[in-house]
């Protein structure tokens, strides 16, 4: 779309199915490239990725020609066959349905940018239960608890 100037951040916020920790050390940065991959290929821009074993943070900055939930679905669908193509796990690797997607503020950016790159830390302290939950309070989101990721205490 020429003429067309846009500035939107999103914040996603995702998980392996029945929140498994199945994001393994040994393939996490791998995967976490090819995601990035898949984003540079739908003409978006990675601000930065990080999670944990049991979730993944994405903060992209978006075009307007693509839809928050195309892009998500498209990295989803994408990364799961190419983890289960590479037979990285045992098991098949499947993205649970759902997850959180928050608009970002450019002001916000740099503090963003260091809590995704500092998951690892951070989860020394919080939850990810804690964290998501967090989150959703932060932005004001209404919420059902039947409809939250699924938790496993």
Known sequence: MPNTYSQIYLHFVFSPKYRQALIKPEFEQELYKYITGIVKNL???MICINGMPDHCHLLIRLRPALSPSKLIQ???SNSSSWVNKKKILS???NWQTGGGIFSVSHRNIPQLINYIDNQKKHHTKTTFKDE????LKHYN???????LLEFFM
């Open 74 to 76: 498209t990295v989803k």
């Open 43 to 45: 003409n978006q821009q």
């Open 141 to 147: 989101i209404d919420f059902k608890n039947e409809y």
């Open 91 to 93: 098991k098949e690797f």
């Open 132 to 135: 998501y939950l967090k989150l």
